[in-house]
Structure formats: C-alpha cells, structure tokens
C-alpha cells in the first residue's frame, strides 16, 4: 500500500500515522469477569462521568505514540489534533491512515483539509487522509496500542487509583514504550 511512498517516506518528507482515538473509562481498570457461559454479567459502572478521551498518533518509522488528550471524539477535537501533529512534523507531509469515523468524513473536516492543501496537487497535499475498510479495526496497528495500554492498567486493579491517577498512569505508559507489531509490517518495511 505504501510502496508508492517509500522514497518520500526513507527521504523523512513524508511522515506516515495511523490515528484513532481511545476512550478511557473509570470502569477499564476493572477489566474481564468470569461468569458461567452463555450467561450474561453484569457490571455495574459507578461513576460514568468518569472518562477522558485521547487521539493517538502511531508513527509508522519510530514506533512511537503521539497522544493528546481532548474532551470527546468529534470534528472539532480532530481538526485540533491534526493542528497538533502539524507542529511535531512542521517540515513533513503527514499521511494518515485512519478508520471512517463520521467526524473523519464531515463537511468541516473536509473544509480543513481543503484550506491545509489548498492550490496543491494531491502528491504535495501537506496532510493526506486515507481510510481503512469499514468495519476492521485490524487494518489499523494502533488499536493493538490501546488494547496493551488498557491491558497494562488492568494489571494494576489491586491499587484501586482514582481516576486522576489512572489518565496519568496510561498517559505515562504511552511515554516509556515503542510500539512494533506485527501488524505494522503489513504496510512494508522502511529505512
């Protein structure tokens, strides 16, 4: 898929992400239950204001997560977030490979990305956007990211953390880790 890009993407002048977005709840760090099978359990959620959505940016070379935290998963937190990856790459074209959330596709976005590329051909567009097939999140590597960061919480249930210190604990687990799996290398090798 990316093979058309491999010179632009070796040459670091275009940065390729895969983006979602993660929604931590008070309820992750309780994890699974075991319950007779075929039977339903349930668990009761005490706090449901208790959540705090993050945009996280899987850089396909460093193996690295570019997280930010926003108040939920909309047009106007996503248009913020691709402002912010501008930043870190200010001398790079961005390639995102996301899924097709309805605030990936609205008008607005659309109208952003319009002014961001605006007068260029597509191959020089500063931030170029491609979705995955509907309905798989396989397709995307950073959904193993967020999957090994609730996991990881899950482990420290015993400490019981309010919620404060259970952001600040995913967000430091973000911070100490590469991120390389298997999954990423479905989209080629690269320099």
Known sequence: MLVRYRDEIEQGHLRVLFIDECHLQGGDIEGYVWGRRGERVDVPVVNERDHQTYYGALDLLSKR???AAHPTGNTTCTIAYLK???QQFADQRLLVLWDGASYHRSKELQAFLAEVNQ??????WRIHCIRFAPNDPRQNPIEDVWLQGKT???SLAG???CFTALKALFE???R???FDFPKMHQYGQFS
């Open 119 to 124: 007068g260029k051909s597509e191959a020089q």
């Open 152 to 154: 990881w919480l899950r």
């Open 65 to 67: 997560l570019l997280l």
């Open 84 to 86: 912010f990856l501008q």
């Open 176 to 178: 100490l880790d590469i």
């Open 172 to 174: 430091q687990f973000f």
């Open 159 to 161: 400490l019981k953390p």
